[in-house]
């Protein structure tokens, strides 16, 4: 029996090549809107726009500690790898698709920043993306965002600057991550020399 009948979900989508600390604020701010039983963290599969430099096992991986480090086991928190089962390459449409055929009682909703929301009509299927999905739209900056119903906005205070790829910048250039990840996540990448 499928234990999230009737039940809201907000899916949480992203390279996390690795998670950081923008990431981490992300998924608390998310925590604590209300409504939602579950925040599933989704590391997206082998896409056409977007290049991996550390395999989909170690981005679940790395996620995992977050969960466990950093968010205490949060039941709420589910980590993921149903993109990444899906067949590649993937794309937004087709992977809420499968959620919808796979859960057809449950209620998603999806989190996006600004600039991807307004990237979608770029999409395949963007605009009716746009227009229908329930969605969570991080702010960010002083741009307009968008009224409608189904829509629901956060902040976080985590810096624009903190991005993953600042962290493999800064891991190849052997400078310190210290303020960009996690204090577990930066042993992990420096453990298994990840982005060198």
């Known amino acids: 029996m499928n ?9 949480y989508g992203g390279n996390f090549n690795p998670p950081t600390l923008a990431h981490q604020a992300i998924i608390s701010a998310c925590l604590k809107l209300p409504g939602f ?4 963290a989704m590391p997206s599969g082998e896409r056409t726009d977007k ?6 096992q170690t981005r679940l991986e790395m996620l995992k500690l977050v969960k466990h480090q950093v968010f205490k086991n949060n039941p709420r928190l589910r980590i993921t790898d149903f993109e990444l089962r899906l067949p590649t ?3 937004t449409s087709r992977t809420i698709g499968a959620l919808i055929c796979q859960y057809p009682s449950v209620d998603f909703w999806y989190v996006f920043g600004v600039d991807s929301y307004n990237s979608m009509p770029t999409w395949e299927d963007g605009d009716r993306l746009q227009a229908e999905l329930n969605m969570v739209i991080i702010k960010r900056g002083d741009g307009k965002l968008p009224e409608r119903n189904g829509i629901r906005t956060i902040e976080t205070k ?6 993953s790829t600042a962290v493999r910048e800064s891991a190849k250039a052997g400078r310190s991550l210290d303020g960009l990840v996690s204090p577990a996540i930066k042993r992990y990448i420096e453990k298994h020399r990840l982005y060198l």
């Open 3 to 11: 234990r999230l009948i009737n039940q809201q979900v907000l899916i």
């Open 37 to 40: 039983s579950e925040i599933w």
């Open 51 to 56: 290049h991996h430099d550390s395999d989909s």
């Open 158 to 163: 985590a810096s624009s600057d903190i991005s």
């Open 89 to 91: 390459p993937t794309q």
